[in-house]
């Protein structure tokens, strides 16, 4: 009697580790289509546009954090109005770019926020002279 348990008990233990590790298989291919979905606007896994500025000499993976880095630049401002971003800030503080993500080699997509208000806003860029950008606001909005 007392192996019947030990058998049964055994049984239970591994249908629910089988149970488990199904949830695991499940989970990780949840993940890798969530990432896959991710990488799809992203400058880094778009050979378009990575060839586009390879062609023209640059290197991808000093161009993208150059690029990042001048819009965050532009977060240094006098006076109340940023730059790029199109709202005052209704708190007090400055308005600032949060996070940046490089569509491909014309569009960037942006997020800002005061503390308190936060939107996003569609750019283009342009590289002049191989070392200055220029960006343009396309669209933009505030959320509340």
Known sequence: MNSKHIIEDYDKKLTTSLA??????????TLKDNN??????SIEFNDDAM????????????????????????????????????????????MLINSVR??????????????????EMLLTYEIVDKQELKFKLLDYLLYH
Do not use: C
């Open 20 to 29: 488990k590790e199904n949830t695991y298989k499940d989970s990780i291919l």
């Open 51 to 94: 060839s586009y500025f390879e062609d023209q000499g640059y290197r991808i993976s000093e161009l993208v954090p150059f690029i990042k880095d001048e819009l965050y630049k532009l977060n240094v401002y006098e006076g109340e109005d940023h730059p790029l971003v199109p709202y005052a800030s209704m708190t007090g503080n400055k």
């Open 36 to 41: 896959f979905e991710l990488m799809r606007f």
């Open 102 to 119: 490089l569509l491909n080699h014309k569009w960037i997509i942006a997020d800002f926020s005061d503390g308190k208000y936060w939107g």
